[in-house]
T-cell receptor, first 113, second 111 residues
């Protein structure tokens, strides 16, 4: 059974600080996604990482993938309040008739002044 | 461009009632998915469909039924609702190996 673990589950950080969210998964996959969810809203795709060593950056967020270590990171640089949300990683595994996502439990990020 | 439409957005029902949650897409994506989101569990896959008339179980299918007679619709039915099915339900679609796009969600309360 595929397990996807994120840590921390909750992160309170001050504006301007840097931090990293970790996503570990238990089986081989070469495709990993990061999603953002605002309270009461749907999920918005942030990044898709397709191969070992992949790095994607958008604004203050940077995601990376190490398939050998089965680890992805989401690094936040100089956090701002607008980044407050819950972040999910999701691992893509093919079985049955489709490739399917298994989600981590999410990291709730709160950026304070 | 409506994309994915879920209805209703909010639903309150009683235990034992049958409830159907609707998901409609305008993109003609092949794949459609139903997830439930509960605190502490992230999103868990209930059922998915690779094409019309092809459906398959996900991680937590018990108590749910799906059908897909048309590409654009993927209804999820709770045949006899239980309190443990109180959750937020998300429908998602994708085409090929592309990213999944999520609907706005349906918040279901079973009393």
């Amino acid at each position: 059974e595929l397990k996807v673990e994120q840590n921390p589950l909750f992160l309170s950080m001050q504006e301007g600080k840097n931090y990293t969210i970790y996503c570990n998964y238990s089986t081989t996959s070469d495709r990993l996604y990061w999603y953002r969810q605002d309270p009461g809203k749907s999920l918005e795709s942030l990044f898709v990482l397709l191969s070992n060593g992949a790095v994607k950056q958008e604004g203050r967020l940077m995601a990376s993938l190490d398939t050998k270590a089965r680890l992805s990171t989401l690094h936040i640089t100089a956090a701002v309040h607008d980044l407050s949300a819950t972040y999910f990683c999701a691992v893509d595994i093919r079985s049955g008739t489709a490739s399917k996502l298994t989600f981590g439990t999410g990291t709730r990020l709160q950026v304070t002044l | 461009d409506a994309g994915i439409t879920q209805s209703p957005r909010y639903k309150i029902t009683e235990t034992g009632r049958q409830v159907t949650l609707m998901c409609h897409q305008t993109w003609s994506h092949s794949y459609m998915f139903w997830y439930r989101q509960d605190l502490g569990h992230g999103l868990r896959l209930i059922y998915y469909s690779a094409a019309a008339d092809i459906t398959d179980k996900g991680e937590v299918p018990d108590g749910y039924v799906v059908s897909r007679s048309k590409t654009e619709n993927f209804p999820l039915t709770l045949e006899s609702a239980t309190r443990s099915q109180t959750s937020v339900y998300f429908c998602a679609t994708k085409e090929g190996k592309n990213i999944q796009y999520f609907g706005a969600g349906t918040r279901l309360s079973v009393l």
